[in-house]
């Protein structure tokens, strides 16, 4: 069964395995995070295919490391498409970024430097991982810290000629976008004015720590009125497009986020943006 992906989601947490097998959830589809279940059995595996029953699911990756210089991990990428075939999501997606070199996988999100020939490494390993899994790969824009003396191009133009040179699609990332453009001094709405809309598959909402000067990108806490504000002005810019809420740490009970879900809906319908269902990738 493949999945149809309609309206509102959340990342699938150990924490709310029971509340999604004890009752119907006001959840519109789960985001799992690819590597928990790369594995042959177990618990994770257990919990996975009897939520999948009820739940359509997207997979979201943190180790596929598209800007590494070392050569795909092949073995990755075959446990990856077994776990597709097993849960039929609607579409896989992974990070701009580095996560490791020599086989050493560093569990980060390491920033890349913005320039024409970091362009065409990504391009091309993009190119080979979605001839791998027989589907367009989405990317996610990075929250970053540091910006490269080797920069060429801002961010926005990076990821608008990586679509256009690869055919991936993108997750965006409203959140990242807010923390990167306080980082870094840039105008968020100018961002979300240079992005491809049509190529834009997934939104992430998510909180972060406000340190004042700079921001971190925690998934732990609350979304913020900015990222709020700025998603509004997203949806009025490309229209209707599926939306989860990220949370990784300080985990809360599951109603509690069902009701942040709800401020997502709220606002969608305030911009007068209706969910529509989005077939899952062939």
Known sequence: MQSKINGFGLGLRSAHYADYLAAPQR?????????????????PIHFLDRIRQDYSMVMHGVSLS???????????????????????????????????VAGLNTHDLLPLPLNNETLQHVCAQIGRVQEFLGRPLVIENPSSYIQFHQDEMAEWEFIRDMVSCSGCELLLDVNNVYVSSVNHGFDPYRYIDTIPAASVRQIHLAGHEDHGEYIIDTHDQSISDPVWALYAYT???????????????HIPPLPELVLELDRARQVAAQVQCQPQTVDAMP
Do not use: F
């Open 235 to 249: 949806l009025k810019r490309i229209g209707w497009v599926p939306t989860m809420i990220e949370r990784d740490d």
């Open 27 to 43: 959840v519109d589809w789960l985001e799992i995070i690819s590597e928990n279940y790369m594995v042959e059995g177990g618990k």
């Open 66 to 100: 598209i800007g590494s210089a070392d050569p795909l991990d092949m073995d990755y990428l075959a446990r990856l498409k077994a776990l597709a075939a097993r849960i039929q999501p609607g579409w896989i997606s992974d990070h701009l970024c580095w996560t490791g």
